[in-house]
């Protein structure tokens, strides 16, 4: 049997298919999909998973309607600003990863003021992925180490895959023990491609809005009866 999951990321999925089947407006299923990651961050704290890792908006996701991508940073916004004190309340240590660049600065200064207050905290773990691509890390993490190479810090010698971890805009985050999906869908849709390497996948049919904490105890009963092998024959049960 494994151990109890340390690191969990999510791939919240299915808001608009939750706002549609109730002849809703979109916006009110991406609000409906606040609220539930409000209680699934609760759980993690209650229950003591170390990390949890939150695919909030995606590269891919710039491609969207305008009025859907505005909707969906105004209540990013508003989360922000509401939850930083409660984030800090419940010790968590708040981190963003991804590419900023077109993310208004009203939500990029809260997200530094969330990081900073939240530095020292020493419970969980929040990373959440804002604009963030695992492509585009792991082409982050190349171009980095070829300017250390330039420096003269670096050897190509010395190169190792610590090296490329380390080199991540997404290095503070560890191997994803479980990984969950959100309505059904069986993809990892460009999320952290270094750290799924052997992560046990979870699928729930449920859409996002849907999804609470019951549905997090299941899916790590599930994680917990299965083996781990790292392409081994062993059973590891440990992080590798
Ligand atoms: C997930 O729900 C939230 C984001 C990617 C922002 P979707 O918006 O992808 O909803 P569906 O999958 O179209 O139902
Ligand atoms: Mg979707």
């Known amino acids: 049997m494994n151990r109890f999951p340390k690191t969990i990321g999510i791939i919240m999925d299915g808001n608009r298919r939750w706002a549609k ?10 609000r409906a999909g606040v609220k539930s990651l409000k209680k699934i961050v609760v759980r993690c704290c209650e ?13 891919e996701n710039w491609n969207r309607d305008p009025f859907e991508i505005s909707g969906i940073m105004n209540l990013i916004e508003w989360y ?21 660049h077109n993310v208004k600065n009203g939500i ?3 997200l530094k003021r969330a990081e900073k ?17 695992g492509k585009q890390d792991i082409v982050f993490s190349t171009k980095k180490i070829v300017d250390k190479i330039i420096r003269g810090e670096l050897y ?13 805009q997404s290095s ?23 750290q799924v390497a052997y992560s046990e996948i979870y699928i729930s049919e449920k859409l996002w809005p849907d999804f609470n904490p019951l549905d997090l105890d299941y899916a790590i009963s599930s994680y917990l009866s299965r083996e781990r092998r790292f392409g081994t024959s062993n059973i590891i049960n440990n992080d590798i």
Not at 159 to 164: A, H, M, P
């Open 21 to 30: 089947n109730r002849n809703l407006p979109i916006i009110s299923g991406h």
């Open 47 to 59: 229950i003591g998973v170390k990390e949890l890792n939150i695919f909030a908006f995606s590269t």
């Open 80 to 100: 922000l600003k509401s939850e930083i004190a409660e984030l800090n309340k419940q010790n968590i240590c708040f981190k963003s990863i991804g590419n900023k």
């Open 108 to 110: 990029r200064n809260l």
């Open 117 to 133: 207050i939240t530095f020292n905290n020493t419970g969980l773990k929040l990373s959440v992925a804002l604009g963030y691509g």
């Open 156 to 168: 190509k010698e010395e190169i190792t895959e610590k090296t490329v971890q380390q080199n991540l």
């Open 172 to 194: 503070h985050i560890s191997n994803i023990d479980l990984l969950i999906r959100t309505s059904g869908e069986q993809r990892i849709s460009n999320f952290l491609l270094w």
